[in-house]
């Protein structure tokens, strides 16, 4: 893949628990990092397909390998926020992640 394919800035989020001044843990979302990205809507074949091992994917997502992404974090593009479902290691040459997302906007 061309580096000018990666064309989108996104943040790489993660959960975190906090404790509020009353002693209760909520979960919020933080930013851990900045990279980026090529996010390409999942067409009527691929979806199909998709649908049929991890429910509702919408997204691909690609960006330069790192260790650091797991399946319970999340992409911030704008407004929109990416799930990831899945990580693929393209080739398993450890230069670039393929994101299997579903996207849930405005969360």
């Not at 943040?11 to 990279?35: H, K, P």
């Not at 090529?38 to 009527?44: H, N, Q, T, V, W």
């Not at 199909?48 to 429910?55: P, V």
Request: charged share 25%; glycine share 6%; net charge neutral.
């Amino acid at each position: 893949m061309r580096a000018g394919r990666l064309r989108h800035l996104v943040s790489l989020q993660r959960a975190s628990t906090v404790t509020n001044e009353f002693g209760e843990q909520s979960s919020i979302w933080a930013d851990y990092a900045e990279v980026h990205a090529a996010i390409e809507p999942l067409r009527g074949g691929e979806r199909i397909a998709a649908d049929q091992t991890q429910s509702k994917l919408t997204h691909k997502v690609t960006v330069r390998y790192t260790s650091t992404i797991e399946c319970d974090h999340r992409i911030k593009y704008g407004t929109r926020y990416l799930y990831i479902n899945a990580i693929i290691d393209v080739a398993e040459r450890h230069t670039y992640l393929e994101l299997m997302c579903t996207e849930n906007a405005g969360v």
